[in-house]
Protein backbone atom coordinates (compact mmCIF):
# COMPACT_ATOMS: atom_id res chain seq x y z
CA UNK A 1 0.00 0.00 0.00
CA UNK A 2 1.38 3.15 -1.37
CA UNK A 3 0.75 6.84 0.92
CA UNK A 4 0.95 9.69 -0.76
CA UNK A 5 1.14 13.00 1.49
CA UNK A 6 0.14 16.47 -0.13
CA UNK A 7 1.83 19.16 0.32
CA UNK A 8 5.43 18.57 0.39
CA UNK A 9 6.00 21.96 2.00
CA UNK A 10 3.85 24.81 3.39
CA UNK A 11 4.84 27.88 4.54
CA UNK A 12 2.61 29.07 7.33
CA UNK A 13 3.00 31.58 10.61
CA UNK A 14 2.34 30.69 14.10
CA UNK A 15 -1.35 30.75 14.81
CA UNK A 16 -2.86 30.00 11.51
CA UNK A 17 -4.25 26.36 10.82
CA UNK A 18 -2.59 23.71 8.86
CA UNK A 19 -4.26 20.85 7.09
CA UNK A 20 -2.11 18.26 5.55
CA UNK A 21 -4.26 15.51 3.29
CA UNK A 22 -2.58 11.90 3.23
CA UNK A 23 -3.86 9.35 0.25
CA UNK A 24 -4.22 5.43 0.46
CA UNK A 25 -3.42 3.22 -2.95
CA UNK A 26 -6.12 0.95 -1.41
CA UNK A 27 -8.46 1.09 1.40
CA UNK A 28 -7.11 1.33 4.56
CA UNK A 29 -10.24 0.99 6.68
CA UNK A 30 -9.14 3.87 9.85
CA UNK A 31 -5.76 2.12 9.97
CA UNK A 32 -3.59 5.21 9.78
CA UNK A 33 -1.17 6.76 11.92
CA UNK A 34 0.35 10.45 12.27
CA UNK A 35 4.05 11.28 13.60
CA UNK A 36 5.92 14.25 14.16
CA UNK A 37 9.55 14.36 13.27
CA UNK A 38 11.60 17.27 14.15
CA UNK A 39 15.64 17.44 13.28
CA UNK A 40 17.53 15.24 14.90
CA UNK A 41 14.84 13.36 16.66
CA UNK A 42 12.81 10.56 16.54
CA UNK A 43 9.81 10.47 15.50
CA UNK A 44 6.15 10.85 17.74
CA UNK A 45 3.12 9.15 17.88
CA UNK A 46 0.20 12.57 17.04
CA UNK A 47 -2.71 10.29 15.67
CA UNK A 48 -4.15 6.46 15.80
CA UNK A 49 -6.80 4.74 13.86
CA UNK A 50 -6.73 7.71 11.81
CA UNK A 51 -8.63 9.94 14.93
CA UNK A 52 -7.38 9.36 18.01
CA UNK A 53 -4.98 11.48 20.02
CA UNK A 54 -2.02 9.61 21.58
CA UNK A 55 -1.06 9.90 24.71
CA UNK A 56 -0.39 13.41 26.06
CA UNK A 57 -0.66 15.13 22.23
CA UNK A 58 -3.00 18.42 22.77
CA UNK A 59 -6.29 18.81 21.51
CA UNK A 60 -4.76 21.48 18.83
CA UNK A 61 -3.65 18.03 16.90
CA UNK A 62 -6.89 16.31 15.01
CA UNK A 63 -7.22 13.37 12.80
CA UNK A 64 -9.95 12.54 10.65
CA UNK A 65 -11.00 10.40 7.55
CA UNK A 66 -10.92 6.67 6.25
CA UNK A 67 -10.94 4.34 3.33
CA UNK A 68 -8.38 6.56 1.04
CA UNK A 69 -8.35 9.92 2.12
CA UNK A 70 -7.03 11.15 5.37
CA UNK A 71 -6.52 14.72 7.12
CA UNK A 72 -4.76 15.59 10.19
CA UNK A 73 -5.49 19.62 11.18
CA UNK A 74 -3.59 21.52 13.61
CA UNK A 75 -6.20 24.25 14.65
CA UNK A 76 -3.66 27.26 15.72
CA UNK A 77 0.25 26.78 15.19
CA UNK A 78 2.43 26.91 17.82
CA UNK A 79 6.14 27.51 17.52
CA UNK A 80 7.02 24.04 18.27
CA UNK A 81 4.28 22.14 15.57
CA UNK A 82 7.03 23.26 12.87
CA UNK A 83 7.76 19.96 11.90
CA UNK A 84 7.92 17.20 9.51
CA UNK A 85 4.92 15.43 9.39
CA UNK A 86 4.61 11.50 8.40
CA UNK A 87 1.68 9.42 7.77
CA UNK A 88 1.18 5.50 8.14
CA UNK A 89 -0.59 3.09 7.69
CA UNK A 90 -1.19 -0.44 9.42
CA UNK A 91 -3.93 -2.06 7.75
CA UNK A 92 -4.38 -5.89 7.88
CA UNK A 93 -1.14 -7.40 7.46
CA UNK A 94 2.71 -5.72 7.58
CA UNK A 95 4.54 -3.99 5.55
CA UNK A 96 3.46 -1.17 7.12
CA UNK A 97 4.50 2.26 5.15
CA UNK A 98 4.96 5.87 5.71
CA UNK A 99 3.87 8.51 3.41
CA UNK A 100 7.01 10.79 1.59
CA UNK A 101 5.92 13.42 4.71
CA UNK A 102 4.92 16.77 4.52
CA UNK A 103 7.07 19.90 6.05
CA UNK A 104 5.19 22.29 8.18
CA UNK A 105 8.10 25.69 7.69
CA UNK B 1 12.31 3.69 27.27
CA UNK B 2 14.35 2.25 24.33
CA UNK B 3 18.17 3.00 24.47
CA UNK B 4 20.36 1.76 21.33
CA UNK B 5 23.89 1.45 20.14
CA UNK B 6 26.45 4.08 19.13
CA UNK B 7 27.73 4.72 15.65
CA UNK B 8 28.66 2.24 13.40
CA UNK B 9 30.71 2.73 10.34
CA UNK B 10 31.23 0.14 8.07
CA UNK B 11 32.66 -1.38 4.59
CA UNK B 12 30.62 -2.15 1.85
CA UNK B 13 29.79 -6.02 2.25
CA UNK B 14 30.03 -5.83 5.72
CA UNK B 15 27.54 -6.74 8.62
CA UNK B 16 26.15 -4.70 11.35
CA UNK B 17 24.06 -5.32 14.18
CA UNK B 18 22.14 -3.18 16.24
CA UNK B 19 20.91 -3.42 19.86
CA UNK B 20 17.98 -1.52 21.89
CA UNK B 21 17.35 -2.26 25.59
CA UNK B 22 13.92 -1.86 27.04
CA UNK B 23 12.78 -0.40 29.90
CA UNK B 24 9.58 0.56 32.34
CA UNK B 25 7.32 -1.80 30.56
CA UNK B 26 6.51 -5.85 30.43
CA UNK B 27 9.11 -6.51 27.29
CA UNK B 28 7.44 -9.84 26.20
CA UNK B 29 3.68 -8.14 25.51
CA UNK B 30 4.89 -5.05 22.97
CA UNK B 31 5.72 -5.70 19.32
CA UNK B 32 9.29 -3.86 18.49
CA UNK B 33 9.87 -2.15 15.15
CA UNK B 34 12.41 -1.49 13.20
CA UNK B 35 12.62 1.72 10.82
CA UNK B 36 15.51 3.25 8.92
CA UNK B 37 15.98 6.99 7.57
CA UNK B 38 18.23 7.68 5.19
CA UNK B 39 19.65 11.26 5.39
CA UNK B 40 17.30 13.88 4.35
CA UNK B 41 14.71 11.30 3.08
CA UNK B 42 11.53 9.98 4.93
CA UNK B 43 10.86 6.75 7.27
CA UNK B 44 11.19 3.27 6.08
CA UNK B 45 9.69 0.38 8.04
CA UNK B 46 12.17 -2.74 7.82
CA UNK B 47 10.25 -5.00 10.12
CA UNK B 48 9.22 -6.41 13.68
CA UNK B 49 9.56 -8.74 15.91
CA UNK B 50 7.73 -10.24 18.48
CA UNK B 51 9.56 -10.66 21.95
CA UNK B 52 7.01 -13.38 23.32
CA UNK B 53 7.85 -15.86 20.52
CA UNK B 54 10.33 -14.60 18.11
CA UNK B 55 7.75 -14.16 15.19
CA UNK B 56 9.09 -12.11 13.08
CA UNK B 57 8.01 -10.20 9.38
CA UNK B 58 10.51 -8.43 7.23
CA UNK B 59 9.77 -5.89 4.36
CA UNK B 60 10.44 -7.55 1.24
CA UNK B 61 13.01 -5.69 -0.04
CA UNK B 62 15.67 -6.73 3.09
CA UNK B 63 14.63 -10.68 2.66
CA UNK B 64 17.93 -12.26 2.91
CA UNK B 65 20.03 -9.12 4.52
CA UNK B 66 18.08 -8.74 7.56
CA UNK B 67 17.77 -10.61 11.00
CA UNK B 68 15.57 -9.82 13.64
CA UNK B 69 16.36 -11.08 17.70
CA UNK B 70 15.36 -10.67 20.83
CA UNK B 71 17.06 -11.71 24.06
CA UNK B 72 14.24 -11.24 26.97
CA UNK B 73 17.00 -11.96 29.40
CA UNK B 74 18.50 -8.42 28.63
CA UNK B 75 15.45 -6.83 27.50
CA UNK B 76 17.02 -6.43 23.93
CA UNK B 77 16.35 -6.76 20.39
CA UNK B 78 18.20 -6.87 18.05
CA UNK B 79 18.94 -5.53 14.49
CA UNK B 80 21.37 -7.38 12.12
CA UNK B 81 22.06 -6.48 8.50
CA UNK B 82 24.15 -7.89 6.11
CA UNK B 83 25.87 -7.25 2.75
CA UNK B 84 26.17 -3.21 3.47
CA UNK B 85 25.78 -1.14 0.67
CA UNK B 86 26.12 2.38 0.76
CA UNK B 87 22.13 3.18 0.09
CA UNK B 88 22.26 0.92 3.97
CA UNK B 89 23.48 4.54 5.17
CA UNK B 90 20.83 5.52 7.63
CA UNK B 91 19.80 6.50 11.43
CA UNK B 92 17.99 2.83 12.72
CA UNK B 93 15.22 3.21 15.10
CA UNK B 94 13.88 0.99 17.37
CA UNK B 95 10.03 1.51 18.19
CA UNK B 96 7.49 -0.28 20.53
CA UNK B 97 4.03 -0.93 19.51
CA UNK B 98 1.72 1.18 21.49
CA UNK B 99 -1.15 -1.80 22.09
CA UNK B 100 -0.46 -5.24 22.79
CA UNK B 101 0.40 -7.93 20.99
CA UNK B 102 -2.53 -9.52 21.47
CA UNK B 103 -4.43 -6.42 20.53
CA UNK B 104 -5.73 -5.48 16.66
CA UNK B 105 -4.37 -2.57 16.54
CA UNK B 106 -0.61 -3.51 16.64
CA UNK B 107 1.07 -1.20 13.61
CA UNK B 108 1.38 2.00 15.61
CA UNK B 109 4.73 2.99 17.21
CA UNK B 110 4.63 5.09 20.35
CA UNK B 111 8.20 4.65 21.77
CA UNK B 112 11.20 5.39 20.02
CA UNK B 113 15.00 4.83 20.12
CA UNK B 114 17.04 7.98 20.11
CA UNK B 115 18.12 5.84 16.37
CA UNK B 116 21.70 4.74 15.85
CA UNK B 117 23.57 6.56 12.72
CA UNK B 118 24.95 3.37 10.68
CA UNK B 119 27.22 4.51 7.41
CA UNK B 120 28.42 2.19 4.72
CA UNK B 121 31.17 3.51 3.05
CA UNK B 122 34.50 2.10 1.69
Known amino acids: IVLTQSPDTVPLSPGERAILSCWAS??????LAWYQQKPGQAPRLLIFDASNRATGIPARFSGSGSGTDFALTISSLEPEDFAVYYC??????????FGQGSKVE | QLVQSGVEVKKPGASVKVSCQASGYSFTTYNINWVRQAPGQGLEWMGW????????NYAQSLLGRVTMTTDTSMRTAYLELRSLRSDDTAVYYC?????????????????WGKGTTVTVSS
Open chain 1, 26 to 31: QSIGNS
Open chain 2, 95 to 111: ARDAFSYTSALVGYMDV
Open chain 1, 88 to 97: QQRSNWPPWT
Open chain 2, 49 to 56: ISPDNGNT
